[in-house]
């Protein structure tokens, strides 16, 4: 038998072995999984844009008007119009001096953080963090300091002891992908300020979803301006796809150049960047704001009757509403009977989260119906019963 053979072997034993699910149509409420019409409970098109009218017809347009590829990176081929536009309009939402385009989140996270620190320079990372940060800064060959979930005071002391010893580099997320909750973003600028640190908000889950005007987490929390980079993706709550980098115009000049991932990568293609701006100007919108108003509740709603049945969700306080099982077998067995039930919710496993906490993700959307997530809540908890998560 070949390695590659017995490793996925060995992940079939374990309960870690992933595959994929075939989801028809587009990414809406109700979707159909492997030819069965289910609820879609684990996407992270949190305001429904994927498939509004705005983002489709720009599309289109973008398509007739500039081609479908964009011919290479920009550096080579040269800046779209539409790259320009995007990145203006990025920038006036964020309310920063300018924006660069990356083709990811990941990329963005292993361009910025490679850029921003190096050798002799220290980075510090919750232990939450998405991977895309753990990898940025192990490219950086920086010094990666790792704190624990949310404590500050762990923070301090890294930044103490390793204080006047090259750039300091601190790097969250907003919202925590996994878990659900917020970084502590007003104490994270208090210590960036003591310790003249530079500050990274991967915001990928609170764009177009928290603060009054959908500009995320920083907003929500009142810190914008003190934010040195915001990175935030316009494939979740925007709909679209790619990423890129909110700040100063001197640093958006410095990753322009110094950002690997941004320099050696074919750029975003025009109907990505059209339905980009649109879905930015939906955002900003009384749409855009009805849309997340009806995102909190459905979440409250949702959320609430799964606390109320004795569910461990990991004191979430956004549309990420995880359900803790612990062990992996159970967790995909979970999933695998919702699915049955007519719920496509993904189970999450290692290396996505520590052994012993695996978890059902659950995502809410602006487009659930409120009848929808009662009826799921319930199965979710007869399910949980029967099982003996709860």
């Known amino acids: 038998m070949s390695f590659f053979r017995q490793e996925l072997e060995r992940l079939r034993a374990s309960g870690l072995h992933r595959s994929l699910r075939l989801v028809e149509g587009a990414q809406q409420g109700r979707v159909v999984v492997d030819g069965r019409e289910v609820l879609l409970l684990c996407s992270n098109n949190y305001l429904g844009l994927a498939a509004h009218p705005a983002l489709q017809e720009a599309s289109v347009t973008a398509v007739r008007g500039f081609g479908t590829g964009s011919g290479a990176a920009r550096l080579v081929s040269g800046n779209m119009t539409l790259h320009r536009q995007l990145e203006e309009r990025l920038a006036r939402f964020k309310g920063t001096e300018s924006a660069l385009l990356f083709n990811s989140g990941y990329t963005a996270n292993l361009g910025i953080i490679s850029a921003l620190a190096g050798r002799g320079d220290s980075i510090y990372s919750d232990r939450l963090n998405h991977a895309s940060i753990v990898d940025g800064a192990i490219l950086s060959r920086a010094k990666l300091l790792r704190y624990q979930h949310g404590d500050m005071d762990g923070l301090e002391r890294l930044l103490r002891s390793n204080r006047g010893k090259g750039r300091q580099l601190i790097v969250t997320d907003g919202v925590f992908s996994m878990d659900g909750d917020l970084a502590p973003l007003r104490e994270l600028v208090a210590l960036k300020r003591e310790y003249g640190a530079l500050l990274v908000v991967d915001d990928a889950h609170g764009t177009a979803v928290l603060g009054d005007g959908g500009r995320g987490s920083a907003e929500f929390c009142g810190v914008s301006a003190e934010v040195d980079v915001h990175m935030g993706t316009l494939g979740k709550g925007l709909g679209s796809f790619g990423a890129y980098a909110a700040c100063s115009a001197e640093m958006a000049e410095y990753l322009q150049n110094m950002a690997r991932s941004f320099i050696f990568s074919t750029s975003l293609p025009p109907a990505v960047l059209a339905a980009s701006i649109a879905a930015v100007e939906l955002v900003s919108s009384p749409e855009g704001r009805d849309l997340r108003r009806r995102l909190e509740a459905n979440t409250r709603l949702f959320a609430g009757m799964l606390l109320e049945s004795g569910f461990?969700?990991?004191?979430?306080?956004?549309?990420?509403?995880?359900?803790?099982?612990?062990?992996?077998?159970?967790?995909?067995?979970?999933?695998?009977?919702?699915?049955?039930?007519?719920?496509?919710?993904?189970?999450?496993?290692?290396?996505?989260?520590?052994?012993?906490?695996?978890?059902?993700?659950?995502?809410?959307?602006?487009?659930h119906e409120a009848g929808e997530l009662v009826a799921a809540a319930e199965k979710i908890t007869a399910i949980g019963r029967e099982l003996g998560v709860i």
Request: charged share 20%; net charge positive.
């Open 312 to 367: 461990d969700t990991l004191g979430s306080t956004t549309q990420i509403v995880p359900i803790l099982v612990g062990e992996a077998r159970m967790t995909m067995e979970f999933s695998a009977r919702l699915l049955d039930a007519g719920l496509f919710v993904q189970g999450i496993r290692p290396p996505t989260v520590p052994a012993g906490r695996c978890r059902l993700r659950c995502t809410v959307m602006a487009t």
